[in-house]
């Protein structure tokens, strides 16, 4: 929908007055200006107006709405939060969606961050999206602890990072409920899915990306310090090696990330202008800290020519 606002794009430019502003699916069109909701920090109302902090540290103003304030905020929350879900790969089944208060740990995406906004429970996972670029898609596979202490739901991970939730009324205890439901059906489907999967010498450990696509597993291998990732796809023509320092929190980040990405597996391995270039995979790696954190492990890759399998013994031995 179009509206009649005034805009100014940045703290010290001028006000421009009766400019036309449209939500997309994509962004938000200012004027002549375009905005990518790939670089949207976050969005907040003040007294009648919509703050839009971006990436790069600007803001823009939105003001002078009239009447169309509230339509105008609610479309643009729901169009951010509409692209967020698309940027994580989200297809599995919406299950509750409910207004809730929530605690997110701090993280290398962001410092510890408390609010309201719209908490998701797909099949697998749990979908916190606030009104900003800090939204967490948390796997329930890779849950230790799920537990409901009042009207506060806590969500421990085998890394320890610990999630809260809650103050959703009468949704607080049916939300509980089916979240440890889903992840004790999750994990079970996906141990089941993981017996299917055959390992090769000399990799050693496999796991899953979150896919419907049949056949598609990862494998891995480990030396001291490095480990080498081979995509079982149909269509692998690398091997991706890795480097780290703690190899049990290198092993969890590693399902993780795969876990996330699902069928763009591409994301794990492009360079950063390759992935600046494409608005949806920008928001996809800044918003999964796994996915930056195997994104930064990274050492190359051996392509898949003659002598690949002694490049690789030779790495795995550093």
């Not at 797909?122 to 967490?136: I, Q, R, T």
Request: charged share 25%; glycine share 8%; aromatic share 10%.
């Amino acid at each position: 929908m179009k509206y009649s606002a005034s805009i100014q794009l940045t703290g010290s430019s001028p006000v421009l007055d009766d400019q036309t502003v449209e939500i997309g699916g994509e962004g938000i069109q200012l004027g002549s200006t375009f905005l990518d909701y790939a670089y949207v920090a976050h969005i907040r109302p003040i007294n009648h107006r919509v703050l839009i902090d971006t990436m790069n540290g600007e803001n823009v103003t939105v003001s002078m709405l009239g009447f169309s304030f509230d339509g105008f905020w609610e479309e643009l929350v729901a169009s951010f939060g509409k692209r967020t879900v698309e940027c994580l790969f989200i297809e599995e089944e919406l299950i509750m969606n409910c207004e809730a208060e929530y605690a997110l740990p701090q993280s290398v995406i962001a410092p510890e961050e408390k609010g309201r906004g719209h908490v998701m429970l797909y099949e697998d996972s749990v979908l916190v999206l606030p009104e900003s670029s800090h939204a967490v898609r948390i796997p329930l596979a890779f849950t230790e602890e799920i537990s409901l202490n009042g009207y506060w739901l806590t969500i421990r991970m085998r890394t320890g990072e610990i999630y809260g939730i809650g103050k959703m009324g009468y949704d607080t205890t049916p939300f509980a409920e089916r979240c440890e439901k889903q992840a004790a059906v999750t994990k079970k489907k996906r141990a089941a899915q993981l017996k299917t999967c055959e390992l090769k010498e000399p990799f050693t450990e496999k796991g899953l990306f979150r896919t419907a696509e049949e056949g598609a597993f990862w494998l891995s291998a480990f030396g001291p310090t490095t480990c080498a990732v081979e995509l079982m796809t149909g269509d692998a023509a690398a091997t991706y090696l890795y480097r780290f320092g703690d190899r049990k929190l290198f092993s969890y980040r590693l399902e993780e990330a795969m876990e996330a990405v699902g069928s763009h597996r591409e994301i794990i391995y492009l360079p950063d202008e390759k992935i600046a270039e494409k608005p949806l995979y920008f928001m996809a790696v800044h918003r999964s800290e796994a996915v930056q954190f195997l994104r930064a492990a990274s050492a190359g890759r051996i392509i898949h020519t003659a002598g690949h399998a002694e490049k690789l013994a030779e790495f795995l031995t550093q």
